[in-house]
């Protein structure tokens, strides 16, 4: 199995299955060329660009739905020619698995929690050694599993379906799936302005004799901590300088 992290490129992604057999019914009469597959894009989806034509060609031979019989002609393969039949959105889950990092991993992400994108973004990174950098870097792979109703998205927040659970399942079962490197269990980080502190009684003593609440003591100290941090490094700052 070659895993790579490049997604590729499928035209409507939101109807991944439909999209995708559409263009593999194109070749189910046998050979087609690079110009006829051009052709067939520009007339079904608009798609003018030669570089766009090479990248879906690119994709489908990735996820070995199309294979190249010469010099820019290609064909069916056995899998392509299967989900013409089956039209099965596992088998070309599978597909795509067995060619693309981080893609039913995702699933594995949202197997207990629902998460935001940048949540399996950070996921990547510090659980399966990806590079994402962009929230591009993770889109591609959301819409396709969503394409394929393996997820669902709502409030910004992914969920797993149930068939994405089968499939997850699947993935499991045939040892797919790539190991988590930092088992750690990722949590999004969460601003909270509100700590809650076990105060020594001394302190407690000492706030009491002056009459002054704990409260406005420990926001005082704050407060001059947080002052005095700042102009210290605004001090180390100008020596470096």
Not at 64 to 92: P, Q
Not at 116 to 142: E, H, I, P, V
Not at 212 to 240: C, T, W
């Amino acid at each position: 199995m070659n895993r790579g992290s490049g997604t590729g490129y499928i035209p409507d992604k939101s109807n991944l299955m439909s999209s995708t057999l559409t263009m593999l019914d194109f070749f189910k009469d046998g050979e087609k060329a690079f110009s006829n597959f051009s052709a067939f894009l520009e007339a079904n989806y608009d798609i003018r660009s030669s570089n766009t034509v090479r990248m879906t060609f690119a994709t489908l031979c990735k996820w070995k739905l199309l294979y190249e019989v010469d010099f820019k002609t290609y064909a069916l393969t056995d899998a392509g020619a299967d989900l013409l039949k089956t039209h099965s959105e596992i088998s070309l889950g599978r597909q795509i698995q067995n060619s693309t990092l981080y893609f039913g991993e995702i699933l594995q992400e949202l197997e207990t929690e629902v998460l935001t994108g940048s949540a399996l973004k950070q996921a990547a990174n510090q659980k399966y050694s990806m590079s994402f950098k962009s929230s591009s870097d993770l889109s591609c792979r959301t819409q396709y599993l969503l394409g394929l109703s393996f997820i669902e998205r709502s409030s910004k927040r992914y969920r797993i379906t149930s068939q994405g659970r089968d499939f997850l399942q699947l993935l499991k079962e045939e040892g797919l799936l790539s190991e988590c490197i930092n088992k750690k269990p990722y949590k999004e980080l969460e601003l909270n302005n509100h700590i809650n502190l076990e105060l020594p009684n001394s302190f407690l003593k000492k706030c009491q004799k002056q009459k002054l609440l704990p409260e406005f003591v420990l926001h005082e100290l704050m407060a001059y901590y947080a002052d005095n941090e700042l102009s210290l490094g605004i001090q180390v700052n100008k020596k470096r300088r």
